[in-house]
């Protein structure tokens, strides 16, 4: 495994993780049920340390290989919870039921199936959120509206997943209305798999840096913020 380039030295920008907590209290219609993501893509270990002193125990990385390179020689906080929400590839199944407390891109019942699979065998429990492409955009992974209540129900069944909630990516917009929307229907989803499929499925995964308020606003309880979190994030 060749090593990944990771910027060094990250911490968190305190102002901004005051502005945050304020919107939270300020907006969400359950605060406490409330979880910041730190997502330190591209950061060293660092990041992770900056985002524990800062009560921030839940960790959000996109690609394994990068997570195994922090991880290997570090050592979390025992109360940190590493979320994978990349894009999960078929062949590093095992490798992420060892790596992440929780999987929130499961975007496939061939993916749904292998995590249980693999999970079976390490003895554990995996919690997944199933990713909705609400936009349906061929751009985006994840589950199209018409498919997600069928997943949810083979979910349900596997004996070593929980599905904790559902996760979707807002649209690249700045039109709060469109994103709005989008936001209410993915909740919408969410709440009715909750009613009728699986009681367990209560967590909503939406809103980063640029929409995070609008999400806060329609019931999300994961944001997941990395570029208005973390001095010297790269935005391209």
């Not at 590093?92 to 496939?108: E, F, R």
């Not at 949810?152 to 990516?169: D, F, H, Q, Y």
């Not at 909750?194 to 367990?200: A, H, L, N, P, S």
């Amino acid at each position: 495994m060749s090593p990944v380039f990771l910027l060094k030295n990250t911490k968190i920008n305190f102002k901004n993780l005051q502005t945050i907590r304020k919107n939270i209290i300020k907006y969400s219609p359950n605060p406490k049920k409330v979880n910041i993501i730190a997502v330190t893509k591209t950061f060293s270990f660092s990041a992770i340390r900056s985002s524990e002193k800062n009560k921030i125990f839940n960790i959000g990385e996109n690609k394994i290989q990068e997570t195994q390179q922090k991880i290997q020689k570090e050592k979390t906080n025992q109360n940190t919870q590493i979320h994978l929400i990349g894009h999960l590839q078929s062949n590093k199944v095992g490798l992420a039921v060892l790596l992440y407390d929780t999987i929130q891109s499961v975007d496939s019942i061939k993916i749904l199936k292998k995590i249980n699979k693999s999970a079976k065998t390490k003895g554990k429990t995996q919690k997944i959120f199933l990713q909705l492409n609400v936009s349906e955009k061929e751009t985006q992974k994840g589950f199209k509206k018409t498919e997600i209540k069928e997943a949810a129900k083979i979910a349900k069944k596997l004996t070593n997943i929980k599905n904790e909630g559902i996760m979707s990516i807002g649209p690249q917009t700045k039109n709060k209305t469109i994103i709005k929307k989008q936001f209410q229907e993915v909740k919408k989803i969410q709440r009715n798999i909750q009613k009728t499929i699986d009681k367990q499925c209560v967590s909503l995964s939406l809103g980063m840096s640029e929409d995070y308020v609008v999400a806060l606003q329609e019931g999300s309880t994961h944001l997941r913020l990395g570029t208005i979190l973390f001095e010297g994030r790269n935005k391209n």
